[in-house]
């Protein structure tokens, strides 16, 4: 077992998901294009140590993440095992394609029980904390995807259930469904939210507040957007230029985003913080969420971001502001 810093629980300040008693710290870490991905072994280890040291003790993966599918698993896994692992939260998910054929994809039991058992083994572990319903699926009953990730949690695989990309009325059906049949309860929500993409405060929010479920926030800075990495266009080390195809980067980087992007890098500077430190303070000054999902490529972006901790209030001035420049066509 290797060394951590004993301090690493001094700072970070560590939310329960919702009604339940598991807790996250404010800043999690995700593999999402990252670990196994564009970046191998050696990145993951210094991040997700350093990481570690600073208090993040939750790290997020899914079975489909990495490339192949699948590697970013066995690239954290490895790394896992020099790690305390009762000192760690560590969550999976199902639901995109992943395998040939009719039980590879999708929201069946079938799929969910036996990805499970297969990102284990890819991440070396007996159980994980979480486990996702990575998106909804029209073509799964509900009640079928429920009664799965409930026999997971008997099973002993999973402690803590969720549900990622779910709109309101969907997610709503889930916890009614859930708590009607006395399965276990949906601890834990995973959506799309940032300065430039808000549609979980008018779709999702009010529900996961009124149901007792935690939210933890995937994309928090837009994918390395609302950071300083791209205020003069693209970096050749970045994501965009790297992993990026042609269509999806002129989606993403466009000259009305990098607008926006420019005008709240000097809302951040008047705010003495970085643009990405602004932008998971924003995020997590909302009180339906918990804690926000970051993925990072060098160690210093880890230590950059927790610094947003260092200021998480807004006046009423610069609230407003972000609005009219997020909210603007």
């Known amino acids: 077992m290797d060394q951590f810093s004993e301090n690493r629980y001094d700072t970070m300040p560590y939310h329960a998901s919702g009604r339940s008693g598991l807790k996250l710290p404010a800043i999690s870490l995700g593999a999402w294009e990252t670990f196994g991905g564009y970046r191998g072994e050696e990145i993951a280890r210094q991040c997700l140590y350093k990481a570690f040291d600073l208090g993040i003790t939750h790290f997020d993966l899914a079975n489909n993440y990495g490339r192949p599918p699948g590697n970013a698993e066995r690239v954290v896994g490895k790394v896992l095992r020099a790690m ?151 970096p050749d080390d970045s994501r965009a230029a790297v992993w990026w195809d042609e269509r999806y980067r002129d989606t993403m980087v466009n000259a009305k985003v990098l607008d926006k992007v420019r005008r709240l890098n000097s809302v951040a500077q008047e705010r003495g913080q970085t643009l990405s430190q602004m932008a998971l303070a924003w995020n997590l000054h909302h009180p339906a969420v918990t804690s926000v999902l970051i993925g990072a490529s060098k160690v210093e972006q880890i230590v950059e971001n927790v610094g947003a901790l260092q200021n998480l209030t807004f006046n009423e001035q610069e609230l407003q502001t972000i609005d009219e420049i997020t909210l603007a066509p």
Not at 102 to 114: H, T
Not at 189 to 204: G, I, S, V
């Open 84 to 234: 305390p692992r009762d000192e760690l939260i560590i969550s999976t998910k199902a639901g995109y394609y992943m395998w040939a054929g009719p039980y590879g994809d999708g929201l069946s039991k079938k799929y969910l029980v036996a990805s499970l058992d297969q990102s284990l083994k890819r991440l070396g572990l007996d159980y994980v904390d979480i486990f996702y319903a990575h998106r909804p699926d029209p073509a799964t009953p509900l009640e079928e995807t429920l009664t799965a990730l409930d026999l997971i949690v008997r099973q002993g695989k999973a402690l803590y259930i969720g549900v990622s990309n779910f709109p309101g009325a969907l997610f709503d059906q889930a916890v009614v469904l859930a708590r009607d049949l006395r399965l276990a309860p949906i601890t834990i929500h995973q959506p799309r939210y940032n300065l430039l993409t808000r549609e979980p405060e008018h779709d999702l929010f009010e529900h996961t507040l009124a149901a007792g479920t935690g939210v933890i926030t995937y994309s928090p800075l837009a994918q390395g957007l609302l950071s300083q990495k791209y205020l003069a266009g693209v």
